[in-house]
Nanobody, 114 residues
Framework: QVQLVESGGGLVQVGGSLRLSCAAS????????MDWFRQAPGKEREFVATIGWSGDSTAYADSVKGRFTTSRDNDKNTVYLQMNSLKPEDTAVYYC???????WGQGTQVTVSS
């Protein structure tokens, strides 16, 4: 069994920064890819970023490339999403996912005001 708990969301002005965290429990975490997704009101959930189990491999959606950075600390069972230069279109609920599985966190709201 794996549990994922996101935190770090909030209200920020355009151009600001936030760092999301996803704390995981369960033995499969350390050997798994971790993904970030987001879902804006009225839109489908979309991929944001992914990070390999060792942290050496990352990939990003074009919409966030150069602004967002994902990292992980396997000693703390935590994945991070550093979000810089935030835009109003980044407003969404952000979720972490144990890559390729049905294990999702509860989500954390990010709101970017202009």
């Amino acid at each position: 069994q794996v549990q994922l708990v996101e935190s770090g969301g909030g209200l920020v002005q355009v151009g600001g920064s936030l760092r999301l965290s996803c704390a995981a429990s369960g033995r499969t975490y350390s050997f798994s890819r971790m993904d970030w997704f987001r879902q804006a009101p009225g839109k489908e959930r979309e991929f944001v970023a992914t990070i390999g189990w060792s942290g050496d491999s990352t990939a990003y959606a074009d919409s966030v490339k150069g602004r967002f950075t994902t990292s992980r600390d396997n000693d703390k069972n935590t994945v991070y999403l550093q979000m810089n230069s935030l835009k109003p279109e980044d407003t969404a609920v952000y979720y972490c996912n144990l890559g390729g599985t049905n294990y999702w966190g509860q989500g954390t709201q990010v709101t970017v005001s202009s």
